[in-house]
């Protein structure tokens, strides 16, 4: 079970934002990010907790181990405005997603 | 390019079966674990079903064990999802994903398009 964390937010452009998503059990640093805008396919942004994807720009970082994950953008960008879900892959399958968080004007 | 392109779904009615397949290009598709993610309208995702890249682990989401089967050809470069017994709540946009590591399952990396599937009388 993964639990994301706030659900919503609002934000301003330049802000700093932090969703945070706690694992039921220990799950080591098999987490991973992923944003989705809407009417399109989801993106990853980090996987193993902390590793930036390609092409991921640099503002997006990833944090936490064992069950407390944070997922950091540090100077909100207005194609930021996206919905975020963790995904945890321990022990490989099956594999769970957070709930999302939805990040608003 | 890596492409994933899927195909199969459509409206059905409850009870009823329906056969998802997702061609792969542009990379080593027998070297990659695959999956299937759905997303119901409104709502968030759901990761279905997954499997390694030689068939030997293959997994299910609680929802789905038992009624979906996944399977793919590496001969082909084609990943499927047999379901079967579909309820209303099987209705969703699925996604094809193919996995970020060769020879591992760590993370979904590149998503399909996309296909509908709507499961009503």
């Known amino acids: 079970q993964m639990t994301q964390s706030p659900s919503s937010l609002s934000a301003s452009v330049g802000d700093r934002v932090t969703i945070t998503c706690r694992a039921s059990?220990?799950?080591?640093?098999?987490l991973n990010w992923y944003q989705q805008t809407l009417g399109k396919a989801p993106k990853l942004l980090i996987y193993d907790a902390s590793t930036l994807q390609s092409g991921v720009p640099s503002r997006f970082s990833g944090s936490g181990s064992g069950t407390d994950f944070t997922l950091t953008i540090s100077s909100l960008q207005p194609e930021d405005f996206a919905t975020y879900y963790c995904q945890q892959s321990y022990g490989n399958l099956p594999w769970t997603f957070g709930q999302g968080t939805k990040v608003e004007i | 390019e890596v492409e994933l392109v899927e195909s199969g779904g459509g409206l059905v009615q409850p009870g009823r079966s329906l056969r998802l397949a997702c061609v792969a290009s542009?990379?080593?598709?027998?070297?990659?674990?695959m999956h299937w993610v759905r997303q119901g309208p409104g709502k968030g995702l759901e990761w279905v079903s997954g499997?390694?890249?030689?068939?030997?682990?293959?997994g299910y989401a609680d929802s789905v064990k038992g009624r979906f089967t996944i399977s793919r050809d590496n001969a082909k470069k084609s990943l499927y999802l047999h379901m079967s017994s579909l309820r209303p709540e099987d209705t969703a946009f699925y996604y094809c994903v193919k996995d970020i590591r060769e020879g591992d399952i760590a993370a979904l990396d590149v998503w399909g398009q996309g296909t509908t599937v709507t499961v009503s009388s």
């Open positions: 059990q220990s799950i080591s640093s098999s």
């Open positions: 499997i390694s890249w030689n068939s030997n682990d293959i």
């Open positions: 542009g990379f080593n598709f027998d070297g990659y674990a």
